[in-house]
């Protein structure tokens, strides 16, 4: 079953605003990757968290592991319609498998 | 550099019919995984290959057959196909099954009738 899930399931921001989305674990995991799937595309990997409460940026996003590596947060600063897309997390809790998240569907309004 | 091909991109099949999904990658990545996607849910992994020669399940296995003969190329056979397994299917590769990010293939948009 879904082991890893993702809030919220819809975003709609005007452009300029901040967006979030949270991911959150029954279990401790060993990594948690992120992805951005743009309407009608395929996942593309942003990034990866590996350290209990490692944060990384990458430009206007910012991505956050929790110091339980149980849960992990994407920011995004001053949205842009470029940023329009699905963002999903998918997190390791240590075999052969990444669980992904259901995703978070994000709309830019201009 | 093609990163990771997928074909057909469409497909339309009837209920009970079998086909295979073609993925072949070209940068000597040790795992491959396919995946399919339904709205609401995600993307959740049917089976996965550590190297040449070694498969094994994931979530979703059932009504689905993998095979590993070469590094490059990973086909998904679909033994009898139902109106379950209309989805989008996804292939991905990756360095390391662990530590490295996922290359994604285009996909391909499975109806099943």
């Known amino acids: 079953g879904q082991q890893v899930m993702q809030i919220p399931q819809y975003q709609h921001v005007q452009e300029g605003e901040d967006f979030t989305t949270y991911c959150n674990s029954s279990?401790?995991?060993?990594?948690i990757q992120w992805y951005k799937q743009r309407p009608g595309g395929h996942p593309v990997f942003l990034i990866q968290?590996?350290?209990?409460?490692e944060v990384k940026k990458q430009k206007r996003l910012t991505f956050q592991f929790g110091e339980a590596k149980k849960n992990s947060s994407l920011h995004i600063t001053a949205t842009q319609t470029t940023d329009v897309g699905t963002y999903f997390c998918?997190?390791?809790?240590?075999?052969?498998?990444?669980?992904f998240g259901t995703g978070t569907s994000l709309t830019v309004i201009p | 550099n093609a990163g990771v091909t997928q074909t057909p991109k469409f497909q339309v099949l009837k209920t009970g019919q079998s086909m295979t999904l073609q993925c072949a990658q070209d940068?000597?990545?040790?795992?491959m995984s396919w995946y399919r996607q339904d709205p609401g849910m995600g993307l959740r992994l049917i089976h996965y290959?550590?190297?040449?020669?070694?498969?094994d399940q994931g979530e979703v296995p059932n009504g689905y057959n993998v095979s590993r003969s070469t590094t490059e190329d990973f086909p998904l056979r679909l033994l009898s196909a139902a109106p379950s397994q209309t989805s989008v299917y996804f292939c991905?590769?990756?360095?390391?099954?662990?530590?490295?990010?996922?290359?994604f293939g285009s996909g391909t948009r499975l109806t099943v009738v």
């Open positions: 940068m000597n990545h040790e795992y």
């Open positions: 279990t401790t995991l060993s990594n």
């Open positions: 290959s550590v190297g040449a020669g070694i498969t």
């Open positions: 968290l590996v350290k209990s409460g």
């Open positions: 991905a590769s990756s360095a390391g099954w662990s530590n490295y990010g996922y290359t």
């Open positions: 998918a997190g390791n809790p240590g075999g052969n498998q990444f669980y």
